[in-house]
């Protein structure tokens, strides 16, 4: 069983910054790609950021230049630091890793349970 537990959730106002962390934990051989993404009322879940194990990124146009994804591998851990915040990053943010799971090394995507962002004008 994996584990994924976000955090850093919260009140915001325009122009402000927030930082989410998540971590992985249970029982894998590794985690591979980490991501953040967001869903807001009413609307599909949409991507954010990813990240590889090798630290190759790729982010959503809407938050290309505000928003930065990093990992720490030691610790199983994505972190999404946000900058510059608009009301309509408003959303419910969820972590997922996808781990290689034992014993025969199948990969599969586990996600958080969500973390509220709100950002006032």
């Known amino acids: 069983q994996v584990q994924v537990v976000e955090s850093g959730g919260g009140l915001a106002q325009a122009g402000g910054s927030l930082r989410l962390s998540c971590a992985a934990s249970?029982?894998?051989?590794?985690?591979?790609?980490m991501g953040w993404y967001y869903q807001a009322p009413g609307k599909q879940r949409e991507v954010v950021a990813t990240?590889?194990?090798?630290?190759?990124?790729n982010y959503a146009d809407s938050v290309k230049g505000r928003f930065t994804i990093s990992r720490d591998n030691a610790k199983n851990t994505v972190y999404l630091q946000m900058n510059s915040l608009k009301p309509e990053d408003t959303a419910v943010y969820y972590c997922?890793?996808?781990?290689?799971?034992?014993?025969?090394?199948?990969?599969?995507?586990?996600w958080g349970q969500g973390t509220q962002v709100t950002v006032s004008s």
């Open positions: 997922v890793a996808n781990a290689l799971l034992p014993p025969f090394g199948l990969k599969s995507d586990y």
């Open positions: 249970g029982n894998f051989f590794r985690i591979d790609d």
């Open positions: 990240i590889t194990s090798g630290l190759n990124t």
